[in-house]
């Protein structure tokens, strides 16, 4: 379970990017997090990250605070967090496969156990056939589900996205939304966006922040702001 417990983040210059934020997601929930650029949707996925501290308030994930400064877990909190971004950030000196297993080759797992893991993810975002093409051959679909792939490999509790389908036309946007479908149920999902057809479309859990504040929690939800 994610718990945002009246969370508040302020910078120096006077402004708040989130401002008494407070809800709960239980595990293996689908959620997406709306409101327009700026609202405080990156900033709460920072923070479950653990990239950033609130200023006040606690975050709880598995009933362990990771807000406080004194964690000192937060390795090990990353293990069970995929990231995906909107720009990628593919490595692209490294093909698909090495892309895809290199946070299995940093915590140490044997070399025959990350073929399996890479192939069976390959496998979930449709990608076999591309394991050792290099980033710069792939469209930018491709370079997505790539970066969903490293997200989720090594079997991670929760998977968060920030804006996925920015940078996609229609298409390959629907393309992307299937493979989330695929983890439904198996992981806690959080992806922020401003996509209206997808949040209207899906029908999922829809928590929207306008000025860093929570101004709906709606359990079938659409994008209302």
């Known amino acids: 379970m994610i718990q945002?417990?009246?969370?508040?983040?302020?910078?120096?210059l006077g402004n708040n990017a989130l401002d008494d934020v407070s809800f709960e997601i239980e595990d293996n929930e689908f959620?997406?997090?709306v409101g327009p650029s700026g609202a405080g949707k990156t900033t709460i996925l920072k923070m479950l990250a653990r990239d950033i501290i609130p200023t006040s308030g606690t975050i709880f994930i598995d009933n362990e605070e990771i807000s406080s400064a004194k964690f000192h877990k937060v390795e090990r909190l990353r293990q069970k967090i995929g990231f995906v971004?909107?720009?990628?950030?593919?490595l692209p000196d490294r093909n698909v496969f090495e892309n895809i297993a290199i946070s299995l080759e940093i915590s140490g797992t044997p070399k025959n156990l990350i073929k399996e893991e890479v192939h069976?993810?390959?496998?979930?975002?449709n990608l076999v056939s591309k394991a050792r093409v290099f980033p710069v051959q792939l469209s930018a679909g491709e370079l997505q589900r790539v970066a969903i792939a490293r997200a989720v490999i090594g079997e991670r509790d929760i998977i968060l996205a920030d804006?996925?389908?920015?940078?996609?036309?229609p298409k390959t946007t629907w393309e992307i939304m299937k493979i989330f479908k695929k983890l439904e149920d198996k992981k806690t999902i959080i992806i922020a966006t401003h996509n209206t057809d997808i949040v209207n479309s899906l029908k999922?859990?829809?928590i929207a922040i306008k000025e860093g504040q929570l101004i709906a929690d709606k359990r079938k939800g659409g994008y209302e702001l």
């Open 163 to 169: 804006e996925p389908t920015g940078n996609l036309d």
């Open 204 to 206: 999922k859990r829809v």
């Open 85 to 90: 971004f909107q720009d990628f950030k593919i």
């Open 120 to 125: 069976k993810t390959l496998e979930l975002v």
């Open 31 to 33: 959620i997406f997090l």
């Open 4 to 12: 945002f417990q009246n969370v508040t983040k302020s910078y120096p």
